[in-house]
């Protein structure tokens, strides 16, 4: 019965919750033995305490019984990316910079997700400061993907999607840069919705680069992503990018927003790389729309050729502003042998930071240093210009861009681990979003002859999730991909 209700959707807990048929404690219960059994072959987790998570949920119980519930994740445990504040809670973002820091406030979405009702689980391990796409580059453990434990879950949110996929959360959190979020998902057999920049608050979340850094649900179903974004959205004046906008009905657009629509194929995204298998689920998806009376056009993003070379520049640029805050002076690594301040920074950053974040910062440090800023950066800032207007453009044609979400399936772990540029290509389908601000979704699509989870991905209009979840839905809920269980 536990794995049953570990593996079920929020939707429907939220339901047998509210019908008295199961309690929070069992569920939280649930959760928790899941990952005693299993999380020493998964890593997903780079801490847990389930005596905190019991007394939520012995609370959220308590809440029912006296009939003051507080919405459709009461009792319900959602597990958070360990970049996300969780007050009293370690945040480390996986690197040893941060190994002995515990947060004294909440993030804006925690806090939200404790209004909610939400019984916090646990911190999902990720790459080191969110730099990669495999969950190789954490300082503490390398997580592995439930459906093939030789093989990467995706990054830098693998621990949360993987958590997600073996059945230790009911949904999580993650948080997506450059496609942290949505290839993970399509790695582990999830759905993973990255919003339009500024809908979700980053008040509290450990930054990468600001400019494209968002936070985003992990569920199973596209409904549970509805029911997550209803949560968490809305304008935060702690974070001066927040964006002032009226926030729908998620999940009841699912049922209002029929369609048909009118869906682009961006040819860019169909060359050299692109996995056969792969390819394949796409155009089945591409088949399903068509029987579903959707018209499908062939559209164009000229300048998808330069998102990786502006994607690496702009990131690379902004993590070496953020990250410079951790000097070893005040609440990071401190060296033990400095012999004066500038040795003690020095080997503070040396000892603390790991290869990817160190490399991140001296090529972010560089296309920002005199007499570059002009030839890397700010050309960079006016190509990610053209690239938004080539998706604006085609908005003027279609509701919406579908995409694979991954060129290949999950790699096998250290495959790339020596080669950061063919790891960079990883995300190749899913940086243009976030250099566009744009929405995106990953949803399942099938699984490749090895048994490997392939992602589907659609990119929607800025701040229009409503009608993205509406699209997304009409395929998630007609195939049930996402009900196949890793075997672990």
């Known amino acids: 019965m536990s794995t049953d209700l570990t593996f079920s959707t929020l939707a429907a807990l939220a339901d047998q919750l509210t019908a008295s048929e199961v309690t929070s404690v069992e569920l939280t219960q649930a959760a928790i033995d899941r990952t005693m059994a299993i999380d020493a072959q998964v890593q997903a987790f780079n801490s847990i305490n389930p005596e905190d998570a019991l007394v939520q949920a012995a609370a959220s119980d308590a809440r029912r019984a006296a009939g003051e519930a507080c919405g459709p994740l009461d009792g319900i445990p959602v597990t958070l990316k360990d970049v996300i504040a969780v007050r009293n809670q370690p945040l480390t973002a996986s690197s040893k910079m941060l190994a002995n820091f515990v947060s004294p406030y909440d993030a804006t979405v925690t806090s939200k997700l404790k209004d909610a009702g939400a019984v916090l689980w646990g911190r999902a391990n990720l790459d080191e400061f969110a730099m990669g796409s495999s969950t190789e580059n954490s300082a503490f453990k390398t997580t592995r993907n439930p459906y093939d434990l030789e093989r990467v879950p995706g990054g830098s949110s693998g621990g949360s999607a993987a958590a997600l996929a073996a059945g230790e959360a009911i949904a999580t959190l993650g948080s997506d840069t450059g496609g942290s979020i949505r290839q993970p998902a399509a790695f582990c057999n999830v759905v993973g919705l990255k919003p339009t920049y500024g809908l979700v608050s980053r008040y509290g979340l450990a930054a990468f680069a600001s400019s494209l850094d968002q936070i985003g649900p992990f569920t199973r179903t596209v409904e549970d992503a509805a029911i997550m974004l209803g ?246 809920s007609a195939h049930d991909w996402a009900s196949r269980r890793p075997q672990l």
């Open 231 to 476: 949560v968490i959205a809305g304008h935060d004046r702690r974070d001066s990018t927040s964006f002032k906008t009226e926030i729908s009905d998620y999940r009841a657009a699912l049922q209002t927003k029929q369609g048909p629509w009118k869906l682009g194929i961006p040819k860019e995204y169909f060359g050299k790389g692109l996995d056969p298998e792969v390819a394949a689920a796409v155009e089945q998806a591409i088949a399903f729309y068509r029987n579903q009376g959707c018209e499908i056009r062939e559209v164009s993003l000229p300048h998808t050729e330069y998102c990786l070379s502006v994607y690496y520049i702009i990131a690379t640029a902004e993590a070496s502003s953020n990250l410079a805050r951790y000097d070893g002076i005040r609440y990071t690594h401190r060296a033990a042998d400095a012999k004066d301040i500038v040795d003690l920074y020095f080997k503070s950053r040396a000892e603390g930071f790991g290869p990817e974040v160190k490399r991140r910062i001296i090529l972010g440090t560089y296309v920002l240093s005199s007499g570059y800023y002009d030839a890397y950066y700010l050309r960079a800032q006016k190509v990610r210009t053209l690239i938004r207007q080539d998706f604006l453009k085609a908005y003027g044609e279609v509701d919406a861009i579908l995409t694979p979400t991954s060129p290949t399936p999950a790699f096998r772990a250290g495959e790339k681990a020596t080669n950061p540029l063919s790891m960079y290509l990883s995300d190749i389908y899913t940086i243009g979003a976030n250099l566009a601000g744009l929405p995106g979704i990953s949803i399942p699509g099938g699984f490749s002859t090895s048994g490997l989870p392939i992602g589907l991905q659609l990119i929607g209009q800025p701040y229009a999730e409503a009608d993205l979840l509406a699209i997304a839905h009409s395929y998630d």
